[in-house]
């Protein structure tokens, strides 16, 4: 399938949306459960990625709207043209869009306050929550249930994928006690989160595609089966994380620090390739279980 112009540039808006509100959300959950773990100077350094990623969410946004209008016409002109900003405005992603930017900034003003006050968990949780309110969980027209799936998956990725810049700020620290033990919380608590992240996304999967063999008969499967590989890859790093370097941390083993940093930029490519897939398959395909 050849993608055209509007197409990759509309990719490439979502991607970076979905990676800087869902990074900036879970930078918001990382502080809220690590900070107290954490030195001043890197919650500082946590607190500005948080603002950078909010600012970029709102951005990339934005941009989303004219792009999508752009791409209904054909032409750069439809990019200005009022009845279809318009158009896609009322489609409910301009509202999303709206509604997002006020929740993730309303996270960065919070945790600028020196800590992730409960103002900015409620705006990151929002703002994470916001990509299930439009796109093809609420096209199923199955009531609440497919949307709460993809609301409690959207929070799992973003507690997961989202403490992969904080984490790297900390392993850059250089302190390996502060490390060992923010490297031991957030496998803790990852257990739990990854596990409801993988259970809500088999099952809103499952309505997706209304049948197994939907993943290779359909172009949707074919993306889906490609965002599984990454997402397996992922889970094998975070697992080698959590048996294996976690414990020699802790143990004190310093040369633990530097295999620690290399997982955490392959995990962060995984997670970038898995976010484009997403952002391929909401673009140029839909689920079987709407056809």
């Known amino acids: 399938m050849s993608l055209s112009v509007w197409d990759t540039a509309l990719i490439v808006l979502k991607t970076m949306t979905y990676a800087a509100t869902l990074g900036a959300a879970g930078a918001v959950f990382f502080l809220r459960y690590s900070a107290s773990l954490i030195a001043r100077p890197d919650r500082l350094k946590i607190r500005s990625i948080v603002l950078g990623l ?22 750069a002109a439809g990019m200005w043209d009022g009845s279809l900003i318009t158009m896609v405005w009322q489609a409910g992603a301009g509202r999303a869009n709206a509604i997002r930017a006020a929740a993730v900034l309303l996270a960065a ?39 709460a799936l993809q609301s409690v998956h959207l929070l799992g990725v973003a507690f997961w994928l989202g403490a992969l810049a ?12 502060c490390i060992a033990v923010t490297a031991a919380r957030f496998g803790v608590s990852a257990l739990f989160v990854v596990g ?11 309505m997706m595609l209304g049948g197994v063999a939907e993943l290779w008969r359909s172009a949707y499967g074919r993306y889906v089966m490609l965002k599984l590989a990454f997402v397996a890859c992922l889970l094998c790093l975070a697992a080698f994380n959590k048996l294996r370097l976690t414990p020699r941390l802790l143990a004190g083993e310093s040369r633990a620090v530097r295999s620690l940093r290399a997982s955490i930029r392959l995990e962060s490519l995984f997670g970038v390739l898995i976010l484009a897939v997403t952002a391929t398959l909401t673009t140029v395909t839909g689920p079987p279980a709407l056809d």
């Open 109 to 147: 003003l919070g945790v600028a306050s020196g800590r992730a006050s409960w103002l900015a968990f409620f705006g990151a949780v929002v703002a994470a929550m916001s990509f299930a309110w439009t796109g093809h969980a609420r096209a199923l027209n199955l009531g609440p249930l497919p949307i």
């Open 166 to 177: 904080p984490l790297a700020v900390v392993v850059r620290g250089g302190d390996l006690s």
């Open 196 to 206: 409801g992240l993988m259970a809500a996304g088999l099952g809103l999967l499952w």
């Open 54 to 75: 909010a600012l970029l969410s709102v951005l990339a946004g934005a941009a989303l709207i004219p792009v999508t209008a752009g791409s209904m016409s054909g032409g």
